[in-house]
Each structure stands twice: as structure tokens, then as C-alpha cells.
């Protein structure tokens, strides 16, 4: 079955810097690539949609500059939060689409603000 | 307001019962509902249903799809703890989004 990958798979960093995650779908092309944010004991919660070779579509209430989403090729999407607080701590999860339904997510990153 | 809700929140059963998930939902531009069961970290994925009546089944799990009374219910027999997870429901629409619900807690104990 596809795979989506991500790294790294833990981060820790101090409040005020910038992380970069990276979601790559290994053995498919994805056109669209989302990005989850999971809060304790909540749903998965949508923050954007990226899409290849475009800006990427951000869910309400989601700060587009504070989470640039980058997705230049058709295997490869980035996440960077920007100059990050503790409230970013969580754990963000990506997932590439396959048509024309079916979604395979990555394993997932937990984010440490310090 | 589009929404995705599942029931029951949590659940606790003895290895070997049956259980019964439950989703509900109102989605505008319904496309497809699918099912994850989610362990420790990423959902994985269980099944998808467009079609109402038809049930899709997988060893001891099963689910269907009633677009006309707008839900879904996932069916595990014979539990197992390895059965132990949250299941998510999600409904997807045109234009590429997902919503999924909170999640069922299942803890299967021996």
C-alpha cells in the first residue's frame, strides 16, 4: 500500500525558533498533501491543504504566516512553524491524498516548544 | 454548519463481545465516509463507503453506510485487545476536505 512518510518523527526546540517538518509520500505522486494538527484526547484537526506547485489552502483560524506550508514537488511537503511558542506543542500529522478518495498519513511529528 | 459526530465516546468491553460504532454526520457535497482506527500515533485507515446499503468487511470488522439517514456504523466481533484504539470516523467532500469526528475509545480488557 502507499506510504507517506515524515521527519523528523520528534522535535524539540526553544520558544522563538523555527521547525521544518517534512511529509513525503514514497512510492506515489500526491497532488494534495494535508496537514493535521491532534490535540490530547481530540480529533485530528485540519489546518491546511497543500497543494503541488500552488499556495496552499488554510482552514480558518489557522495563521498562514506562522505555518508556511511549502509543497514543491509531487512527493514532498513542508510544514514550518515559525517562531514557535509552547502552545505549538503537539503533534502534527500529514497525510497524502490518493484518488479519488483515499487518504495514507504519516506517522506523524511530535513538536516540544521549550 | 458541516459536523461529524460519533458515538459512543468512549467504550470499555470484555474480550470476545461485539461491539458497534457509531457516526453520524451533516456534510454538504458528501462525497465518500471513511473509517480509521488510530492506535498510537496516525490514523490508519479501515474503510471507505460511498454507497448506501452495501457493507464492506474486513475480518471481524464490517461497516455501512445510510446516506439517507446520514450515518454510518462500524461493527467489530469477537474483540480482541489488539482491538484497543480510537476509531475515527471522517467524511470527505469535493473540494478535498475531510471532517472527521472526536473518535470512539475502545478498550478491549481480557
Known amino acids: 500500500g502507499a506510504v507517506v512518510s515524515q521527519h523528523p518523527s520528534r522535535v524539540i526546540c526553544k520558544s522563538g525558533t523555527s521547525v521544518k517538518i517534512e511529509c513525503r509520500s514514497l512510492?506515489?505522486?500526491?497532488?494534495?498533501m494535508f496537514w493535521y494538527r491532534q490535540f490530547p484526547k481530540k480529533s485530528l484537526m485540519l489546518m491546511a491543504t497543500?497543494?503541488?506547485?500552488?499556495?496552499?489552502?488554510?482552514e480558518q483560524g489557522v495563521e498562514k504566516d506562522k505555518f508556511l506550508i511549502n509543497h514543491a514537488s509531487l512527493t514532498l511537503s513542508t510544514l514550518t512553524v515559525t517562531s514557535a511558542h509552547p502552545e505549538d506543542s503537539s503533534f502534527y500529522i500529514c497525510?497524502?491524498?490518493?484518488?479519488?478518495?483515499?487518504?495514507?498519513f504519516g506517522p506523524g511529528t511530535r513538536l516540544t516548544v521549550t | 454548519e458541516d459536523k461529524v459526530v460519533q458515538s459512543p465516546l468512549s467504550l470499555v468491553v470484555h474480550e470476545g463481545d461485539t461491539v458497534t460504532l457509531n457516526c453520524s454526520y451533516e456534510?454538504?457535497?458528501?462525497?465518500?465516509l471513511l473509517w480509521y482506527k488510530q492506535e498510537k500515533k496516525a490514523p490508519t485507515f479501515l474503510f471507505m463507503l460511498?454507497?448506501?446499503?452495501i457493507e464492506k468487511k474486513s475480518g471481524r470488522l464490517s461497516s455501512i453506510l445510510d446516506k439517507k439517514e446520514l450515518f454510518s456504523i462500524l461493527n467489530i466481533t469477537a474483540t480482541q485487545t489488539g482491538d484497543s484504539a480510537i476509531y475515527l470516523c471522517?467524511?470527505?467532500?469535493?473540494?478535498?476536505?475531510?471532517?472527521f469526528g472526536t473518535g470512539t475509545s475502545l478498550t478491549v480488557i481480557p
Open positions: 456534510v454538504t457535497n458528501f462525497r465518500s
Open positions: 471522517a467524511v470527505a467532500r469535493t473540494g478535498n476536505q475531510f471532517y
Open positions: 497543500s497543494n503541488e506547485g500552488s499556495k496552499a489552502t488554510y
Open positions: 497525510s497524502a491524498r490518493v484518488p479519488p478518495y483515499e487518504q495514507y
Open positions: 460511498t454507497s448506501s446499503g
Open positions: 512510492d506515489f505522486q500526491a497532488t494534495t
